[in-house]
Nanobody, 126 residues
Framework: QVQLVESGGGLVQAGGSLRLSCAASGRTFSSYYMGWFRQAPGKEREFVGAISKNGGNTYYADSVKGRFTISRDNAKNTLYLQMNSLKPEDTAVYYC???????????????????WGQGTQVTVSS
């Protein structure tokens, strides 16, 4: 089992940047695929991106591709989401999630992830 705690959210103007962190504790962090999801008010939680266990492969939703970057530091048990060129439509609660197994065909599916953090609010003003 792994416990996940997100941090780094806040209020930023459109065009600005934020870096989210997700600290993991418990079972070995490097044994999990990791993902980021977000949920805007009144909307379903949606996939943002994912990263392989060793960080060698990353995957992104089309809506954030080229603006967001996922990375991980297995020595520090931490997952990151660097968000640049932020837009008002990026406003949401952002969640990190861990998956023991993550087939490429399922990496966007919430049900594929076994553990979730509590979320951190990101608000982008226009």
């Amino acid at each position: 089992q792994v416990q996940l705690v997100e941090s780094g959210g806040g209020l930023v103007q459109a065009g600005g940047s934020l870096r989210l962190s997700c600290a993991a504790s418990g079972r070995t962090f490097s044994s999990y695929y990791m993902g980021w999801f977000r949920q805007a008010p009144g909307k379903e939680r949606e996939f943002v991106g994912a990263i392989s266990k060793n960080g060698g492969n990353t995957y992104y939703a089309d809506s954030v591709k080229g603006r967001f970057t996922i990375s991980r530091d297995n020595a520090k048990n931490t997952l990151y989401l660097q968000m640049n060129s932020l837009k008002p439509e990026d406003t949401a609660v952002y969640y990190c999630a861990a998956s023991v197994t993550l087939p490429l065909t399922r990496l966007t599916m919430r049900s594929q992830y076994d553990y979730w953090g509590q979320g951190t609010q990101v608000t982008v003003s226009s």
